[in-house]
């Protein structure tokens, strides 16, 4: 997992050169400053979802089963709710701010690096999923602790990609 | 330390039916079979490589040949550089490690047997899909729809305005899915090596070849993402209507550029490394000799790793960077030229004392270390930008290139093809066909990429489908596609020999070079479990310590 | 290797310079040949004594020779002294780099705009606003009163390079990111060189043609280029045709209605000796046969087979062939 976490890195990192790269060269279209409102609510969420995800590790880790299945719940409800708003978000800036990845430089390089960064999270989101469905079953035992503890770290790279596009594109790109 | 010796005899067995033994391969998550997939599936594209070639050097026997249309000249030299790159010698290279890596270090397999048969197929059907790509557009023989931007697709060619129709788009997922597969790869190698290597075997008594494909992974795993990063910016643009290298709204055709080498560079030292790591193991051997230095050795190609992430805008001296930024590449270029020559002399001073054999192995390396040094050598002048200046694109470049990648990959990789044939399959290859081999392919090998340096020196830029004649460059040339003939009649003589061999050699037994490594304990070919008891070691070279008890490697290391 | 001195081998030979880039990239490249042959030398040497050396003798040696598994002290010396070449390479160098790279233009030189289009250059002469395509015309540069010549290198479509090896290195012309170059040719004459980017497919025959002239034939060039185009009433005919088909949508003839960017300026073709960027010698013959079907000359290449009937090409090779 810390191989495919270094490559992703890599290709994460030039996305954001790229959108680094690109501020302020939008020579038309909407801009940062003008359009994006910072998602503190959605961060709030999904690095909370990192802190549920690790108490889930912890209780199955001790063998305690329910909480371990209550924690990883509310994980794939906090991803969840950012996916869901990230959509509010981009439904918001597509329709009422004419904000596309065709407009302008701005707009490929928003959706293109926020839209790789949802997609690692829906993909992450899916493989929870799985798990917590197996959870629900019955199916997940101490034992399968470390296996679990590979997607959670998948997991909290994401999250901490988002802290990552979050600074880049909501606080100093703005 | 023991192992059970299986002299599994294939030929001798049961004859099974065909369905049987493709399902067995189709569906094989075993590391030697695998190995052996990424292997032949190598040979085979280095073949549809070496036809691209010819045809490209037909063309430019004399200025003004009609042989082939622009077009076709140009999709051919795409093709050849996309092929030989990302379906010739990274799946050859891959399939070595994938090979080597678990018998070199006492394990049974790979660590992740299933992803290895993913990545082996994915890089598979990319390589399928490229030349899919034949098919369709203007037909065969107007070579269909390849791609025709160069294998490094510089933007804004590649965009929708300059590359109508699909013919990018296969270079672009080609590539991509190959990639995908790469990273898969490194991933396993270096889980592997971190986690399964043998008792005793502590990571200061690794085969040198084991650190260097652990190095090369993690080449891969940081270098490969840029490219898989940039062909998705690419295809947005081209899709989805984005501006990442739309010069005309703003976007920059010069940070394509800064993305593709920031992949690039790293990818020359990616298929360097393991060469590097052939020959490390090969020429102790022959030498009879342990490798000098060892680790220094690793420290070196550690270093080389590391500093090969900096070097990338060297292939962009004349796109007009300030004199600042052609300033620091020109020092991290030459900087790296420090720990490749080391390398040298510690080769050579492997050899030097020692007891060499030629057998055709060590003639390869030999090879290898003449023509590697010319084409450090090369490279220096490369890194020198002003210099660059009248160089770069030009077939300077070209020949340095290949003499690194023909004169020096390659030939490692002839040498580990006759070392291990005999692991792999059980069976020795004739001997005179390989020394036969080698010097066809030697004469032939000069005489075209010596000779392509001069045509450079005065002024012949690459990718050119044709040529001015008064330009002083129409001898060369001919001279150039003379030496490709005898590369090819070398290739022949090369699988000619595997082929045969492989069915009609004679036994070779488990150790037939009288080596070190843990690989020729086992039977050749190994058994699929590899080692029935995992050996336990005490040195870099295990088996010296069993044939010299009374002078162990421990005692000094 | 083979050191030419002048341009014996080549007239595109890089050791052969004419102009002070070119002169001073020669003089960085003997250096590094020097330490790079040296360097070759020696460890070829050490090779090739040792493969003859330490081979295998049959029946001699029948024990392992003495296993050296390494010497801190060699392995310091032959990393101590490829630094220190590094250092003095590295120091050239960047000399090197920035005597070129960051030459100001003296007064009185010439100032040139070169746009890069697929497959032919445009050439915009800053202060005459003389436009022109395909062959650059340049006064020679006396080295005690340089007059260099100047290039802003733009692009209209993809990559391309300026490379004319016997006056300096090249350069490349990237659109949306503008270069600069510069050449000071010593010597008259005329300079070959080509495109040196991929750009498309006919990459080969973009050519570049580069004129070297004394002051003062510059001078009645640029003035001569600089007028509007030759009115001859022998040429009303085809001068009809050329306004009324498609051709006024590329092309430019200054003083006339035909107003086009998207080609070369033809307002004085006949004073070129080359058309289709070098690759065609400019006879009327190679004209008409070029106008008919430019695809047959240079196939690929972005202007069309205009369809044109037998009298209508004898007419436009008439009016073009009054260009002078």
């Known amino acids: 997992m810390y191989g495919l976490i270094a490559a992703e890195a890599s290709i994460f990192t030039i996305f954001v050169v790229a959108y680094i790269f690109y501020l302020g060269k939008s020579a038309t279209g909407p801009q940062p400053s003008a359009v994006l409102r910072v998602p503190v609510f959605l961060t709030v969420c999904l690095l909370s979802s990192s802190l549920t995800i690790h108490f889930a590790g912890q209780s199955l880790k001790r063998g305690r089963l329910r909480p371990f299945t209550f924690w990883w719940l509310s994980t794939v409800l906090l991803g969840g709710i950012f996916l869901g708003g990230t959509a509010r978000e981009w439904r918001h800036l597509i329709y009422d701010e004419g904000l596309t990845i065709q407009s302008n430089l701005f707009g490929t390089t928003y959706y293109s690096l926020v839209g790789l960064h949802a997609f690692h999270v829906v993909v992450g989101l899916a493989a929870l999923t799985v798990v917590l469905a197996f959870a629900l079953y019955g199916r997940v035992q101490r034992e399968h602790a470390e296996r679990v503890e590979v997607l959670s770290m998948y997991w909290h790279f994401v999250d901490s990609v988002w802290v990552v596009v979050f600074i880049v594109v909501y606080l100093i790109g703005r | 330390m023991s192992t059970v010796p299986l002299t599994y005899d294939g030929a001798a067995s049961e004859r099974r039916p065909l369905g049987e033994i493709l399902h067995e391969w189709v569906t094989t998550v075993d590391h030697k079979r695998l190995g052996i997939l990424y292997i032949l599936f190598a040979l085979t594209f280095l073949v549809f490589g070496g036809i691209e070639a010819t045809i490209m050097r037909i063309q430019l026997i004399r200025p003004h040949n009609d042989f082939v249309s622009p077009e076709v000249f140009n999709r051919m030299f795409t093709m050849h550089g996309t092929t030989m790159i990302f379906f010739a010698a990274m799946p050859v290279l891959f399939g070595f490690a994938n090979y080597l890596v678990p018998l070199m270090i006492g394990a049974r397999d790979m660590a992740f047997p299933r992803l290895n048969a993913f990545s082996f197929w994915m890089s598979a059907f990319g390589g399928f899909l490229l030349y899919f790509s034949l098919l369709g557009g203007n037909g065969l023989y107007g070579a269909g729809s390849a791609p025709d931007v160069g294998w490094f697709a510089y933007a804004p060619l590649t965009s929708q305005t300059f590359s109508l129709g699909h013919s990018t788009d296969y270079w672009t997922l080609s590539v991509l899915l190959s990639g995908i597969g790469s990273i898969g790869t490194a991933i396993n190698i270096i889980a592997t090596v971190i986690s399964m290597r043998c008792p005793g075997m502590t990571l200061r008594r690794m085969p040198l070849l084991a650190w260097l494909n652990l190095t090369m992974a993690g080449l891969v795993v940081l270098a490969i993402s840029p490219l898989t990063a940039a062909q998705l910016m690419l295809l947005i643009d081209r899709y989805l209507g984005g501006h990442f290298f739309d010069t ?225 460059w129409d001898l060369w040339n001919l001279i150039v596609t003379i030496g490709a003939l005898f590369q090819g009649a070398a290739i022949i003589i090369f699988l000619a020999n595997l082929l045969w061999s492989r069915w009609h050699g004679p036994a070779a037994g488990s150790d037939p070079w009288d080596a070190w490594t843990l690989e020729w304990t086992t039977a050749s070919p190994p058994p699929e479990y590899n080692f029935a008891v995992l050996p336990e070691v005490k040195s870099r070279r295990p088996l010296w310590d069993l044939k010299h008890p009374e002078d162990p490697d421990w005692h000094y290391e | 290797m083979i050191l030419i001195t002048g341009p014996i081998l080549s007239p595109t030979n890089i050791f052969a310079p004419a102009s002070t880039p070119a002169q001073t990239i020669q003089g960085l490249s003997f250096l590094v040949l020097t330490i790079t042959g040296a360097i070759f030398l020696t460890v070829f040497s050490l090779l090739c004594y040792a493969v003859v050396k330490f081979r295998e003798r049959k029946g001699r040696d029948a024990a392992e020779p003495a296993q050296v598994y390494g ?125 040196s980017q991929y750009c498309g497919v006919q990459h080969a025959k973009m050519l570049l043609r580069v004129y070297v002239e004394a002051r003062p034939d510059f001078d009645r060039w640029l003035t001569e280029q600089s007028r509007p185009a030759v009115a001859s009433d022998s040429a009303a005919q085809g001068r009809q045709v050329f306004e009324t088909t498609a051709c006024v949508n590329c092309h430019t003839i200054s003083g006339t209605a035909a107003n086009g960017k998207f080609g070369p300026d033809l307002t004085h073709l006949v004073s070129r000796e080359t058309i289709a960027a070098g690759s065609v010698r400019n006879t009327p013959q190679n004209l008409r046969r070029w106008i008919d079907n430019p695809q047959k000359l240079k196939q690929g290449c972005l202007m069309p087979a205009m369809g044109l009937s037998d009298s209508q090409l004898d007419a436009i090779t008439a009016y073009m062939e009054s260009l002078r």
């Open chain 3, 71 to 195: 010497s801190a002290q060699i392995e310091l010396a032959w990393t101590v002294v490829p630094v220190l070449i590094v250092a003095v390479l590295f120091l050239a160098t960047v000399r090197v780099i920035a005597k070129i790279q960051n030459a100001e233009p003296p007064t009185g030189a010439i100032k040139v705009t070169v746009i890069g289009h697929q497959y032919w250059w445009e050439y915009r002469y800053d202060d005459s606003k003389v436009v022109t395509a395909n062959e650059l015309h340049v006064p020679v540069s006396d080295p005690a009163h340089p007059t260099p010549t100047f290039l802003t290198l733009l692009s209209a479509d993809t990559d391309h390079s300026f490379w004319v090896p016997r006056l300096a290195g090249k350069t490349d012309l990237i659109p949306n990111h503008p270069n600069s170059t510069w050449i000071d040719p010593h010597e008259i004459g005329l300079y070959l060189g080509q495109c």
């Open chain 2, 248 to 472: 005309q709204a703003g976007g920059s055709a010069v940070i394509w550029m800064h993305f593709f080498w920031i992949f690039g560079h790293p990818e020359v030292y990616v298929l360097a490394i393991p060469a590097f790591a052939f020959a490390s193991e090969i020429i102790p051997v022959f030498s009879r000799k342990a490798i000098f230095g060892y680790p220094v050795m690793v420290a070196a190609t550690l270093a080389i790793g590391f500093i090969s992430m900096s070097v990338w805008a060297h292939h962009m001296f004349t796109v007009g960077m300030t004199a600042a930024s052609n300033g620091f590449f020109v020092l991290s270029t030459m900087a790296i030229a420090v720990p490749t020559g080391i390398k040298i002399f510690n080769w050579l001073a492997t050899m030097w004392g020692g007891r060499i054999q030629f057998r055709t192995p060590m003639l390869f390396c030999i090879g290898f270390l003449f023509q590697f040094l010319i084409a450090g050598l090369t490279g220096i002048m490369l890194s020198a930008a002003p210099f660059d200046w009248q160089l770069s694109n030009s077939y300077f470049v070209v020949a340095h290139f290949h003499y690194v990648i023909v004169g020096g990959i390659l030939f490692t990789l002839f040498g580990a093809f006759y070392y291990w044939f005999p692991k792999m399959s059980g069976r020795m290859y004739n001997e005179s066909l390989g020394k036969l081999h080698f010097w066809l392919f030697v004469i032939g090998f000069h005489l075209t990429f010596d000779f392509m340096h001069i045509p450079g020196l005065l002024g012949m830029p690459r990718r050119v489908y044709t040529y001015e004649p008064g330009r002083g």
